[in-house]
């Protein structure tokens, strides 16, 4: 069975790696400006004052978007060019950025996919605590009351947050991310706690304003943990793995940890510990009816039965194909993992982010030629069109290349290239990659084309 009729191929970017215009038309610094400017924090000190420069070249990446023929674009919104110090005052100037934006897609047949936060986070609000201020729902909820009044009048795919799992894990247990802190447990899961709460919040408030319709979701990742055979035990092992993880030094945030929250209405046993006192009262608000889950998928790892543990990961072969983020090419993960999280939630799946860094260059010819990612497109998808295959079909929506443009790949600086259009950083010249062209006559053909290769 094919892909359905209306399933949404796009392709997905973030504000903090694309847009540069750090100081222009009165953004507001975030912690990600604060923490790409501090010594030791980025790969040589790379930093989003410039990245990709979409801020000033709108027009060039969006006739880009019309040339690939995507359905759908999914980007984020700088909270800080909305509110340049997280709450209060209101910059007509960062309004007017994503009006022109979205008018355009809109012009074009794109449907707006909007991220509400993806990890930039106002530096004023972090002075005051950040996440770990009880207050912090609240500010996240004034500004999604602002984007609602003014961009529902056009926008109906409204992503509430990013990847909690790595903005909390990486910033603020680990400190490889903004803001940069390594915290004790408890902190961090209060921190989670209050994301959490912005998250149903933000739900509540975009559904009781929105003038039309909105499709709400939110955006999760973790480990792909897929079972080394066919064998009932190592199904239920991964499944263990992917929902009932063992514990472990690292917190290792899961699917589990923030679906079964915002989705069941339940946080895993492993994290009640740590939850602050009282934390029952705010389940109600925290689990809110979802239109969709987005699911970020890039790597997998095979899990076995044990009798003692449970589950087992095992080792993986020694020279497996990776990725230049030396993350392992598994694309059973597109598989597995929607089907687990389809099985358990029973809501519709976008895959809101897949692919791949390659360490591309401009060849003598001036074309980019990456033979690697047209591979990997084409080995992941395939494992996604057989699951519609088997039957979940209707509950697959839509799948987003990560990403448009090579960007700003967080603490990795400029060093990782996942775009499907090659940028030069000095020049800011841009450049369709051979995938893209691949990525444009596979959403011509709704995805046909992996059959004709199967
Ligand atoms: C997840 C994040 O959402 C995105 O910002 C990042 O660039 C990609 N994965 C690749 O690491």
Redesign the pocket.
């Known amino acids: 069975m094919p892909f359905k009729e209306n399933f949404v191929w796009g392709t ?1 970017t ?1 504000a903090y ?1 694309i847009e540069g215009g750090a100081s222009q038309d009165g953004r507001g610094p975030t912690v990600w400006d604060d923490f790409s400017h501090t010594t030791g924090k980025t790969r040589f000190g790379d930093h989003g004052d410039q990245a990709c420069d979409s801020y000033n070249r709108l027009d060039e990446d969006l006739e880009i978007l019309k040339t690939l023929g995507v359905k759908a674009y999914r980007f984020s919104i700088c909270w800080t060019r909305i509110l340049p110090e997280g709450t209060g005052k209101v910059n007509p100037l960062g309004l007017k950025y994503y009006d022109r934006l979205i008018d355009r897609l809109l012009a074009s047949k794109i449907i707006p996919f909007v991220t509400i936060f ?2 930039d986070y106002p530096l004023e609000l972090y002075y005051q605590g950040g996440w770990l201020n009880a207050k912090s729902p609240q500010w996240f909820a004034e500004y999604v009351r602002v984007l609602v009044d003014h961009f529902s009048d056009r926008v109906q795919y409204w992503i509430t947050q ?2 909690p799992q ?1 903005y909390i894990g990486l910033g603020h247990e680990l400190g490889r991310h903004a803001p940069g802190l390594q915290l004790p447990r408890k902190q961090v899961i209060r921190a989670w706690h209050h994301n959490l709460i912005a998250h149903g919040l933000s739900v509540e408030v975009i559904r009781e304003n929105a003038k039309l319709k909105p499709y709400i979701g939110i ?1 999760s ?1 973790g480990g792909s943990p897929i079972p080394l055979t066919d064998r009932r035990e190592d199904r239920e092992a991964a499944l263990k793995a992917m929902f009932n993880q063992k514990d472990g030094e690292r917190l290792n945030l899961s699917h589990g940890d923030l679906l079964d929250p915002v989705v069941l209405g339940k946080y895993p046993d492993r994290l009640v510990p740590f939850l602050p006192a009282g934390y029952e009262k705010e389940m109600a608000i925290i689990t809110q009816p979802l239109d969709y889950i987005g699911l ?1 998928l ?1 790597s997998g790892f095979h899990v076995k039965y044990d009798e003692k543990e449970g589950y087992l990961r095992e080792a993986e072969p020694v020279g497996k194909e990776e990725t230049s ?1 030396e993350w392992k090419v598994e694309p059973k993960c597109l598989y597995w993992t929607p089907k687990m999280v389809i099985d358990r939630y029973q809501l519709p799946v976008y895959i809101t ?1 897949n ?1 791949m ?1 390659n360490n591309d260059w401009v060849a003598l010819d001036g074309q980019v030629h990456d033979p690697q990612r047209i591979d990997f497109i084409k080995r992941y998808l395939k494992e996604l069109l057989k699951l519609a295959d088997e039957g979940y079909q209707n509950k697959l929506a839509g799948y987003f290349y ?2 448009l443009l090579d ?1 700003f ?2 603490a990795l600086g400029y060093t ?1 290239r ?1 775009g499907l259009v090659h940028v030069d950083f000095t020049t800011l010249k841009r450049t369709m990659k051979d995938s893209a062209y691949y990525y444009q006559k596979l959403i011509a053909s709704n995805g046909e084309l992996l059959n004709a290769e199967r």
């Open positions: 997905a973030a790696q993806h990890w990013n990847e790595c955006v990742c970020n890039y983020m982010e692919g860094a990560w990403s960007n790949e967080w990782k996942f």
